[in-house]
C-alpha cells in the first residue's frame, strides 16, 4: 500500500494505443518492463497524459488490470471523475486489482479554499482506507491550492500520503509545506511533475522525487540518487544533457504526441498513436526530436 515514504520515480505512464485506435495491451507489457528496467520505483497510469479521458470505464479497469499483473514496483490510478459514485467504482475496482493507491485532481468547478477542503473531505470519505494522492496541477484544473489549504487537507484526510505538485511556479510552495512538516505538521511524500523542468531545484526544496511523464526516466531516476548521495554537481550536469529534451517535451498540446515518439523510438511501445482526438507529429518535429536526441547522446558521452 502507499505510504508517506514513497520516493524516487513515479512515471507517469502513457496509455499505448494500436494504429487503429484500439489500446495495445502487448505493448502495455513492454511499457512496464521498460520503465522498471530505466529506474522507476513506481508508476501512475490513467492520468491526464496518459489520455484517460479518452478511455471507456471497461477499457480503465481492462489497463489497471494489465499494468498491476505485470509490475513490480507500486501502481497509483488516477480516479478523477466527475461525479464521486464513478471515481469510487474505479477506484474499487483499481484497488481490488492490486493497485498500491489512487490519485484524484480537483475539478475546475472548484472556486474557494472552503469548497476545496470540502471536496478533498468527500474523496477521502468516498475512498474509505484507500491511500490516494492529491494532484496539485493548476496550470490544467485552473484550481489553485494554497500550502494552508493542502495542510487542512492533511489535517482532516489521514489517507493523504502523497501530493503530486505540479504547480509553477511552486518551488516556495514545497518550502513552505516541508517548513511545516518540520515544525509539526504531518509529513506526506511529495513527487513532482512539470515534466521534469525544474527536478534539480524540486529537490533541493525537499521533493522526494518525480512524479512525470518525461521519455526519459532514467534521468530522472540519476537526478534522485545523485542528489541523495550529495554529488549536486554530478546531478546536474546530467540534468543538463537532457534539458533541450525536457524543454521540447514540455510544449502545450504537443507534448504527449512527442513522448510517444520518443519512446516507440526507444521500443518502449509499438506505436506512437494518440487516440483521437489528438494529433500524430509532423516529419519536421520528427526530426527535430531525432537531432536532439542525438546531441544528448554526444552530451552523455562526454560526460562520461
Known amino acids: 500500500m502507499l505510504d508517506e515514504t514513497a520516493k524516487g520515480v513515479f512515471t507517469i505512464a502513457v496509455t499505448p494505443f494500436l494504429p487503429d485506435g484500439a489500446v495495445d495491451f502487448d505493448s502495455v507489457d513492454r511499457m512496464v518492463d521498460f520503465y522498471a528496467e530505466h529506474g522507476c520505483t513506481g508508476l501512475t497510469i490513467l492520468g491526464i497524459m496518459g489520455e484517460a479521458g479518452k478511455l471507456s470505464a471497461d477499457e480503465s479497469i481492462a489497463v489497471v488490470r494489465r499494468v498491476v499483473a505485470r509490475a513490480q514496483v507500486p501502481v497509483i490510478v488516477g480516479v478523477s471523475q466527475p461525479g464521486f459514485a464513478a471515481m ?85 510552495k514545497i518550502s513552505t509545506l516541508r517548513d511545516a512538516s518540520n515544525a509539526g505538521s504531518r509529513r506526506i511524500s511529495i513527487l513532482c511533475g512539470n515534466g521534469g523542468q525544474f527536478l534539480t531545484e524540486e529537490m533541493g526544496r525537499g521533493a522526494d522525487g518525480a512524479m512525470t511523464g518525461f521519455a526519459y526516466p532514467e534521468m530522472m531516476a540519476e537526478v534522485v540518487r545523485l542528489h541523495g548521495a550529495g554529488d549536486h554537481d554530478r546531478m546536474q550536469d546530467i540534468f543538463d544533457a537532457y534539458l533541450p529534451l525536457v524543454r521540447y517535451e514540455s510544449q502545450p498540446g504537443a507534448g504527449l504526441a512527442i513522448r510517444k515518439y520518443i519512446l516507440a523510438k526507444r521500443g518502449a511501445i509499438a506505436h506512437a498513436t494518440l487516440r483521437k482526438p489528438g494529433a500524430d507529429l509532423g516529419p519536421r518535429a520528427m526530426a527535430e526530436v531525432d537531432r536532439l536526441i542525438a546531441r544528448q547522446e554526444a552530451r552523455l558521452a562526454a560526460l562520461g
Do not use: N
Open 88 to 172: 469510487q467504482s474505479l477506484a474499487a475496482a483499481s484497488m481490488d486489482a492490486g493497485a498500491a493507491g489512487v490519485m484524484v485532481a480537483p475539478p475546475s468547478t472548484l472556486r474557494t479554499d472552503d469548497q476545496i477542503v470540502g471536496y478533498y473531505r468527500t474523496v477521502a470519505q468516498m475512498l474509505g482506507e484507500t491511500p490516494w494522492v492529491l494532484q496539485d496541477f493548476p496550470l490544467v484544473t485552473g484550481v489553485q491550492i494554497a500550502p494552508s489549504v493542502i495542510l487542512r487537507i492533511l489535517e482532516d484526510c489521514p489517507t493523504c500520503v502523497m501530493l503530486k505538485h505540479e504547480d509553477w511556479p511552486g518551488l516556495d
